[in-house]
């Protein structure tokens, strides 16, 4: 069955460190991948989306990539803040409205 | 521009009872879809309606249903309340041929069940 994993339920940084957050899917071809933000009480938030060719995509701190051969996106937070503390999710979205999520990562950056 | 809105925002209900929550999706959006999000589950895709007729259906018992209005609302009800059902219910709403494709997800309705 489709499964997606995201490697660490929780990361603590340094502020002004890079976060590095991993999504590994298994029984999957997506053609795109999309990582969330999700603050507590909240919906989540889209940040970016990768598609199957492209090896990575960046936007501000934000950098993500995606290697279909090994099924592995990362998703990249340079010069962290306190305020990128949330969960990330990432999701796969083989069919449109149904996408799947992995379970997050809860990312906490310390002043 | 309005965001996705989701009422009621909070809500608590008896095990047995039935439940019915609302989301109206951003304007000119026509597809909505409906995930559950648990501690223990993460989020799971619930359905998804587009042009009033559900298109995806996940994994989920006979006892969650949906629908969709003529003006893209949405409603979730969920009948014979268990203690399990307690949990983040969230709609999302997405522009059909958006490139790039991505959902807009309201705030959610937090449902306990006692």
């Known amino acids: 069955s489709q499964k997606i994993e995201q490697n660490s339920e929780a990361l603590n940084i340094q502020e002004g460190k890079t976060a590095t957050l991993t999504c590994n899917y298994t029984n999957y071809s997506p053609a795109y991948l999309q990582w969330y933000r999700q603050d507590p009480g909240r919906g989540p938030v889209f940040l970016l989306l990768i598609r199957e060719n492209e090896k990575e995509k960046r936007k501000e701190r934000l950098k993500v990539t995606f290697d279909t051969t090994l099924k592995q996106s990362l998703f990249h937070i340079t010069a962290s803040q306190p305020a990128d503390s949330a969960t990330y999710l990432c999701?796969?979205?083989?069919?449109?409205?149904?996408?799947?999520f992995g379970d997050g990562t809860t990312l906490t950056v310390k002043p | 521009k309005a965001g996705v809105t989701q009422t009621p925002r909070y809500l608590i209900k008896t095990r047995g009872q039935q439940v019915t929550l609302s989301c109206s999706p951003i304007s000119g959006h026509r597809s909505v879809s409906w995930y559950q999000q648990t501690p223990g589950q993460g989020l799971q895709f619930l359905f998804e309606y587009f042009s009033e007729t559900q298109r995806n259906k996940g994994n989920f018992p006979g006892r969650f249903s949906g629908r969709q209005f003529s003006n893209s609302r949405s409603e979730m009800n969920v009948s014979t309340l268990e203690l399990g059902d307690s949990a983040l219910y969230l709609c999302?709403?997405?522009?059909?041929?958006?490139?790039?494709?991505?959902?807009?997800f309201g705030s959610g309705t937090r449902l306990t069940v006692v």
């Open positions: 999701a796969l979205d083989p069919n449109a409205g149904k996408s799947t």
């Open positions: 999302a709403s997405s522009l059909e041929g958006q490139d790039p494709p991505g959902y807009t």
